[in-house]
């Protein structure tokens, strides 16, 4: 029996862990890739092509190493914790490198369109149409997987601003930002306080004369580093704190988080007060903001409300001359590919975030098409674990009518917790959404059975960071290098850090782990007897 073809469409972060899944179910996967090297978004240009996004020269993660690898291939322990750019493509080339991905993608090919074949109804099958140096070819493939993204086209409210049209200074989106050179001695003001609004403004304020971002609803501010200098997101993102989570009231998580950050610098003193609770709207990860605000560089402002041939009135009434309008305003998903229209509607409702639950045959699957409160390659490679034994038929989802019903119980469940936005709909609880996709998959860690077996490992995975080698350890292609990638994740963490060695008191820190580890035993064992006591009653 020959091997299913699948189409993969795209190859970045998301598409690369799609092509090795592929492989892994035994699959034969074909992946169109527009430009001439993998990496997608992270493929930095500096002279980017028309209609893709970049990012700028300056890009660092907002995730952690330990949590935003792949599974089964841990980053090198000397990488630093956040990437630069160059950085994480270069951990996709020996990732590709290592498994044989790369003869897998066809480079400089545009999809121009996926259509369904005439007896879709029946054989679930799809024709592709590719374009590469001038020439088209049309394929048959059993599956597509798209794995483009949600970066896909550039949001530009120009009709949103009145006056823009007159402005005779120079307005641009944040995809075509580079680096500062072009802003020096210039006066700009940065619409949006995304990730993006906030690092593009703080780098530009160093060469800048002056620099106003302007908000409509403020955002809370996170810092990389947390407490005791370790990376925000291995702290935070860990069963234990998940557990505390489920059984404490939302507005007491939202208080205590709320005045931790407002312990570093005061949101309101420095104009960033948001109007919303903090994990009610996406929040912004920046280490230098307040530090350019305190020093005057950057000076907060809300909406612009119109512009003038040089200015830049706000809704608060001051008035500032303007040399440079940049809008770091977000992206709009997009899939022109896609002659069929309904497969997505306007809220991009997809069972789970992956299936459209309308198809006749599960044969078509977004990839990374959510925002993860953490890191997307771990999300999007479950997915693609998950998407790949559809496509073998080892899995089967629900009917269409189960589908639609778990859909809209989700976006209701949104539309209380979050603030109405384009990409409210696609956000995910990190750890919450991981476990629900690895138990389609199989891969959940057991938590009962690592505690009787492995109770080292169990106090690990419980209150360490849930890294993505907790899904390998048991299941469809568990991973034997998964126990000691976990067991050495904080090694890894410290290893890039300690690079002037100190000398330790060993007695002090020996007793304080026999102390955290007795505590941690006994905590585990509790939490399991209420969970056990709860799931039998």
Same mark, same amino acid.
Request: a positive charge.
């Given at each position: 029996?020959?091997?299913?073809?699948?189409?993969?469409?795209?190859?970045?972060?998301?598409?690369?862990?799609?092509?090795?899944?592929?492989?892994?179910?035994?699959?034969?996967?074909?992946?169109?890739?527009?430009?001439?090297?993998?990496?997608?978004?992270?493929?930095?240009?500096?002279?980017?092509?028309?209609?893709?996004?970049?990012?700028?020269?300056?890009?660092?993660?907002?995730?952690?190493?330990?949590?935003?690898?792949?599974?089964?291939?841990?980053?090198?322990?000397?990488?630093?914790?956040?990437?630069?750019?160059?950085?994480?493509?270069?951990?996709?080339?020996?990732?590709?490198?290592?498994?044989?991905?790369?003869?897998?993608?066809?480079?400089?090919?545009?999809?121009?369109?996926?259509?369904?074949?005439?007896?879709?109804?029946?054989?679930?099958? =799809?024709?592709?149409?590719?374009?590469? !140096?001038?020439?088209?070819?049309?394929?048959?493939?059993?599956?597509?997987?798209?794995?483009?993204?949600?970066?896909?086209?550039?949001?530009?409210?120009?009709?949103?601003?009145?006056?823009?049209?007159?402005?005779?200074?120079?307005?641009?989106?944040?995809?075509?930002?580079?680096?500062?050179?072009?802003?020096?001695?210039?006066?700009?003001?940065?619409?949006?306080?995304?990730?993006?609004?906030?690092?593009?403004?703080?780098?530009?304020?160093?060469?800048?004369?002056?620099?106003?971002?302007?908000?409509?609803?403020?955002? =809370?501010?996170?810092?990389?580093?947390?407490?005791?200098?370790?990376?925000?997101?291995?702290?935070?993102?860990?069963?234990?704190?998940?557990?505390?989570?489920?059984?404490?009231?939302?507005? !007491?998580?939202?208080?205590?988080?709320?005045?931790?950050?407002?312990?570093?610098?005061?949101?309101?003193?420095?104009?960033?007060?948001?109007?919303?609770?903090?994990?009610?709207?996406?929040?912004?990860?920046?280490?230098?903001?307040?530090?350019?605000?305190?020093?005057?560089?950057?000076?907060?402002?809300?909406?612009?409300?119109?512009?003038?041939?040089?200015?830049?009135?706000?809704?608060?009434?001051?008035?500032?001359?303007?040399?440079?309008?940049?809008?770091?305003?977000?992206?709009?998903?997009?899939?022109?590919?896609?002659?069929?229209?309904?497969?997505?509607?306007?809220?991009?409702?997809?069972?789970?975030?992956?299936?459209?639950?309308?198809?006749?045959?599960?044969?078509?699957?977004?990839?990374?098409?959510?925002?993860?409160?953490?890191?997307?390659?771990?999300?999007?490679?479950?997915?693609?674990? =998950?998407?790949?034994?559809?496509?073998?038929?080892?899995?089967?989802?629900?009917?269409?009518?189960?589908?639609?019903?778990?859909?809209?119980?989700?976006?209701?469940?949104?539309?209380?917790?979050?603030?109405?936005?384009?990409?409210?709909?696609?956000?995910?609880?990190?750890?919450?959404?991981?476990?629900?996709?690895?138990?389609?998959?199989?891969?959940?860690?057991?938590?009962?059975? !690592?505690?009787?077996?492995?109770?080292?490992?169990?106090?690990?995975?419980?209150?360490?960071?849930?890294?993505?080698?907790?899904?390998?350890?048991?299941?469809?292609?568990?991973?034997?290098?998964?126990?000691?990638?976990?067991?050495?994740?904080?090694?890894?963490?410290?290893?890039?850090?300690?690079?002037?060695?100190?000398?330790?008191?060993?007695?002090?820190?020996?007793?304080?782990?026999?102390?955290?580890?007795?505590?941690?035993?006994?905590?585990?064992?509790?939490?399991?007897?209420?969970?056990?006591?709860?799931?039998?009653?």
């Amino acid at each position: 029996m020959r091997a299913k073809r699948i189409a993969v469409i795209g190859a970045g972060v998301s598409g690369l862990g799609a092509i090795k899944s592929c492989l892994e179910e035994g699959l034969e996967p074909v992946c169109f890739e527009k430009n001439k090297d993998i990496g997608g978004l992270w493929n930095y240009e500096e002279t980017p092509q028309s209609r893709i996004p970049g990012i700028y020269r300056s890009l660092t993660s907002n995730t952690s190493k330990e949590m935003t690898a792949f599974s089964d291939y841990p980053m090198p322990d000397h990488y630093p914790n956040y990437l630069h750019h160059s950085k994480l493509m270069e951990y996709l080339r020996m990732y590709a490198n290592h498994f044989g991905l790369i003869k897998y993608i066809q480079f400089q090919t545009n999809v121009c369109s996926v259509r369904k074949r005439p007896d879709f109804s029946s054989s679930g099958q =799809w024709d592709i149409v590719v374009e590469a !140096l001038g020439k088209q070819k049309t394929y048959i493939f059993d599956g597509v997987m798209i794995c483009s993204g949600h970066y896909n086209e550039k949001h530009f409210p120009l009709q949103d601003f009145t006056g823009i049209d007159k402005f005779r200074g120079k307005y641009l989106h944040s995809w075509e930002y580079k680096q500062p050179d072009n802003f020096v001695g210039k006066r700009v003001v940065v619409i949006g306080i995304g990730n993006s609004g906030a690092d593009v403004a703080g780098e530009i304020s160093h060469v800048a004369e002056q620099v106003f971002l302007s908000t409509r609803q403020g955002a =809370w501010i996170w810092n990389r580093v947390w407490d005791h200098g370790n990376p925000m997101d291995t702290t935070l993102f860990t069963r234990y704190n998940r557990v505390v989570q489920k059984f404490c009231p939302t507005f !007491l998580i939202n208080k205590w988080t709320e005045n931790k950050l407002s312990a570093r610098f005061n949101h309101v003193n420095y104009g960033l007060q948001a109007k919303h609770r903090i994990f009610s709207h996406r929040t912004v990860i920046n280490d230098d903001l307040p530090n350019h605000i305190i020093t005057g560089r950057v000076m907060m402002k809300p909406n612009v409300k119109e512009f003038t041939e040089t200015s830049a009135i706000f809704q608060d009434g001051t008035q500032e001359n303007i040399d440079v309008v940049l809008f770091a305003t977000g992206y709009t998903v997009s899939f022109p590919f896609l002659e069929d229209e309904a497969i997505l509607d306007r809220q991009n409702s997809l069972f789970k975030f992956v299936f459209p639950p309308q198809l006749e045959k599960p044969t078509l699957a977004f990839i990374g098409l959510l925002q993860p409160a953490g890191a997307t390659i771990p999300t999007s490679e479950l997915q693609s674990r =998950w998407v790949v034994r559809v496509f073998a038929g080892l899995k089967k989802l629900p009917s269409k009518s189960d589908m639609m019903a778990e859909i809209n119980r989700k976006e209701k469940e949104v539309e209380k917790q979050c603030v109405k936005s384009p990409g409210s709909v696609r956000r995910v609880k990190y750890i919450c959404y991981m476990d629900e996709i690895a138990s389609e998959i199989g891969v959940k860690p057991n938590l009962f059975s !690592l505690l009787i077996w492995d109770p080292k490992l169990a106090m690990e995975v419980f209150y360490g960071p849930c890294t993505p080698y907790q899904f390998r350890l048991q299941g469809p292609w568990k991973w034997n290098g998964a126990r000691t990638a976990i067991l050495t994740q904080r090694d890894r963490i410290l290893k890039p850090l300690r690079t002037r060695v100190l000398q330790q008191s060993g007695v002090s820190s020996f007793s304080l782990l026999l102390v955290k580890s007795t505590f941690a035993v006994i905590l585990l064992f509790l939490l399991m007897l209420v969970t056990m006591y709860m799931t039998c009653h």
